[in-house]
Structures are given as structure tokens and as C-alpha cells.
């Protein structure tokens, strides 16, 4: 599968969201994009957004004040 | 067949944006959503940043509406576009650093530009008629129609059978009919329309949701300009000025101290761009300072420094200013209060 990286430390919410849902603009159906953020805001917010723009969450996880979602890229 | 119509909502994550589009997806219009990041919004950053805040639910209130109201959400970052909107507004400002008129003009013309570029037929907005002072008058609310371009294919639902009648009603993709003519300050119209639509939680934001209506954040701002001596700035400026006690001892100075953990945490941030402050001998905030220091001034940054740590009593607290990985210490007796002028807080 393609599986893409985007860096989003650093960035408050909402940019961290803006940078997900641009990313997903290049990406096709089906790709993969696994996105590592710094506020926690994302935990909510990027799901939240994946849910209404029909993508979905793979897997959501922290780490020492990192966090880091995966999303695949619906239709 | 009909052709299915198509409209873009601005949607603020409050209530009256909320029911606008409701009320046009009831008629069976397909509504997407959109929310301009201009940086100077409350909510996300702030709550991101304060330890205090963190017990809070946070949620972003857009996402949040346009999930109750199962549209998606488009939300588009306009930091480098709004510069101009508030460095030269044409309609001048509000109360404090708010340029309202000239804000709304530029989110229904940023949205009339996207109606275009995605084949949609018109936007919807939440404004009423008498809500706010600047931006939602009987007689500025046709200005933002006229002046962003969208002219007919600007929809204000709530107050639309106050207002002349708009080309989603002239060709019937609305009925103007189950439209509303709320006006005024008054929210009750809104809260029995949102029971009829069954919302029973929605953001109630207290003074916008704004930090550009925030008296003491202006301040900071044209602090910030006038030292400068030019309007300019940067998204790094902007969530600067949300954080911290902002003190300026001489004009070609300014101090950042953090108030609390969080912001102390977000402040470590910014340590490679700034010149920093911290107390090695109690425990303190870190400080960040904005410009260029003599010896002098290093030592009354010092001073202060010492002033906001657990040693403020005492007689001696060492301090570490740091720039660019150089390190330089000083032994101080912390300022006394009434040594501060409230003069330097900014």
C-alpha cells in the first residue's frame, strides 16, 4: 500500500488538520497516511474531520507528547 | 431532472451558522461547510497552550457542527491572505483591533471564490440584521454582498424575508417562505429554532470568537507594531501574544513570561529564536525577550526574571540567559512589585 508521512509537530490545532486534509487532496483512494503531531488537540480533531470527509482511522496512538494517526484516504 | 443545488455555509462553529445551514439543507439544498483559519481565532491554539485549560472538553466547535449537521467541512487557512484584511482595513476597525466589516467582506469573497472553483450555486452565512455592531447592520450587510462579489448569491437565512430577495430565491432553489426574519441582539428566536431542530448543545461563545475583539490582546498587538515601527507580523506573533505576562521595561525591550506550566512548556517552543531567562536557583518561569539588550538591560531582565520566580523574597536568585547556546549568568535581588511601573505591562 502506499503509505505516505506527514510531520505536523509543532503546529496547534487547527493547522495540524489543514496540513492532514491538503495532504489528502494529493493522495487516491485507498492510500495510507500516517501523520505525528504534538497537540493533543488532534486526537479529537482529526478524527472528527476524517468522519465527516469519509476517511477513516486506522490506528490513533501517544508517546511522549507525540501522537501519531493513521488515515486511510476514502473516496 | 431538477439539478440538485448546491450551496458552501460558513460555518463559525457557533449557533446561528449552525441553523443557517440547516435551514437551507432542510429544503433539500446539498450543503458542504467551510471555516477561514485566520490565527486570531479563540478556540484550538489557546486551549491547546494553558495547563489550566486542559480539563476542559476541547473540541473544535466547526468540526464539531458540521459533524452534528453531517456535512463536511472544508477548512482553509487564510493567515497570509488576512494580513492585508487587518494591516489596511477599509472599513477601519471596531471597538479594538477588529475589522469586522472588512473581515466578513473577505470570508464571503473567499467563499465566492470557492463556489466558483467547485461548481456550487450559492453561500450561506448565519448573520442576523442588528446582531453586531460593525458587520451585521441593515446597511453594511448589502456592503458585504456587493463588496466580496458574491452580490445575489449571498444567502442569509435567518434574516432573509428582512432583506431584498436573493438569486437561490428568485429561482426557487429556496423557498423564501421557510425562511426567517430574525434581527436584533436578542438570541431567543435562535434558541427556539435550534429546539425545534432538536440541537440542545451548541457553542455560545461570550464576545466573538475573536481574539482581534479582545481589548488586551489589541494592545498587544499595536505594542507590537509600534515597536516595530511597522504593521507586520507573523503566525509566530500572533499565538506569541495569546501567551504569557507581556512586560516591556524600555521600548526597545519586551519581556514574555510564562504564567503557568503550559505556557512555560509551549514557550520552550520558541528557546532557539529568542534570547531566554530562567532562575538556576529557584524554581521559575522561563522568559523569553523580544529585542536587542546592553548590559543594563540584561540585568534588569534579570531583575524581573527573579521578580516572577518562588525567590522573589529572597535576597540573592541567580539567573541564566541564554542566546543561541551561549550561556551567561547573574547573581540579582529580585525587583520589588512596586519597582514594576504598570506602565510595562503591556
Not at chain 2, 450559492?122 to 458585504?144: L, N, Y
Amino acid at each position: 500500500m502506499n503509505k505516505q508521512f506527514l510531520d505536523a509537530r509543532r503546529l496547534l490545532c487547527p493547522m495540524p488538520v489543514i496540513r492532514v486534509q491538503d495532504k489528502i487532496k494529493t493522495m487516491i483512494p485507498g492510500g495510507q497516511l500516517e501523520v505525528v503531531c504534538t497537540d493533543p488537540g488532534v486526537m479529537q480533531d482529526i478524527p472528527a474531520w476524517c468522519r465527516i470527509n469519509g476517511h477513516q482511522i486506522l490506528s490513533a496512538s501517544s508517546d511522549v507528547g507525540e501522537f501519531t494517526i493513521n488515515i486511510i484516504v476514502g473516496d | 431532472m431538477t439539478k440538485q443545488r448546491k450551496a458552501v455555509s460558513l460555518i463559525s462553529g457557533g449557533l446561528d451558522s449552525m441553523l443557517a445551514t440547516k435551514a437551507v439543507m432542510e429544503q433539500g439544498v446539498h450543503v458542504e461547510g467551510i471555516n477561514f483559519f485566520t490565527g486570531f481565532c479563540v478556540e484550538g491554539h489557546t486551549h491547546a497552550i494553558r495547563k489550566k485549560d486542559k480539563a476542559k472538553p476541547k473540541r473544535n466547535n466547526s468540526l464539531w457542527v458540521a459533524e452534528q449537521l453531517g456535512i463536511k467541512l472544508h477548512i482553509v487557512d487564510v493567515i497570509e491572505e488576512y494580513k492585508n484584511v487587518l494591516i489596511n482595513p477599509k472599513h477601519g476597525y471596531g471597538a479594538n483591533l477588529n475589522p469586522c466589516l472588512d473581515c466578513k467582506v473577505f470570508m464571503v469573497q473567499k467563499a465566492q471564490q470557492w463556489i466558483q472553483e467547485n461548481d456550487f450555486d450559492f453561500i450561506i452565512t448565519g448573520e442576523v440584521i442588528g446582531q453586531r455592531p460593525m458587520s451585521q447592520r441593515k446597511d453594511t450587510m448589502p456592503v458585504i454582498a456587493r463588496e466580496s462579489g458574491a452580490n445575489e448569491r449571498l444567502l442569509r437565512p435567518l434574516c432573509a424575508k428582512n432583506l431584498p430577495e436573493t438569486l437561490p430565491e428568485k429561482e426557487g432553489w429556496v423557498n423564501r417562505e421557510e425562511l426567517y426574519d430574525f434581527s436584533g441582539r436578542t438570541r431567543k428566536p435562535q434558541m427556539a429554532l435550534a429546539e425545534k431542530y432538536g440541537f440542545t448543545d451548541y457553542a455560545q461563545p461570550a464576545g466573538g470568537c475573536c481574539f482581534l475583539t479582545d481589548k488586551s490582546y489589541s494592545n498587544k498587538l499595536v505594542d507590537l507594531w509600534t515597536a516595530r515601527g511597522k504593521k507586520e507580523y507573523e503566525l509566530d506573533d500572533v499565538m506569541l501574544l495569546k501567551v504569557g505576562r507581556h512586560l516591556r521595561p524600555q521600548p526597545h525591550f519586551k519581556m514574555i513570561i510564562a504564567r503557568e506550566e503550559g505556557e512555560n512548556n509551549f514557550l520552550q517552543g520558541y528557546k532557539n529564536i529568542f534570547r531566554t531567562m530562567t532562575t538556576v536557583s529557584h524554581p521559575g518561569p522561563l522568559v523569553l525577550i523580544d529585542g536587542v539588550l546592553s548590559e543594563e538591560d540584561s540585568l534588569l531582565a534579570a531583575k524581573i526574571t527573579a521578580r516572577y520566580s518562588q525567590g522573589r523574597e529572597a535576597e540573592q536568585v541567580e539567573v541564566k540567559m541564554m542566546q543561541q547556546g551561549e550561556e551567561k549568568q547573574f547573581l540579582v535581588k529580585p525587583l520589588l512589585s512596586t519597582e514594576i511601573p504598570k506602565e510595562w505591562h503591556v
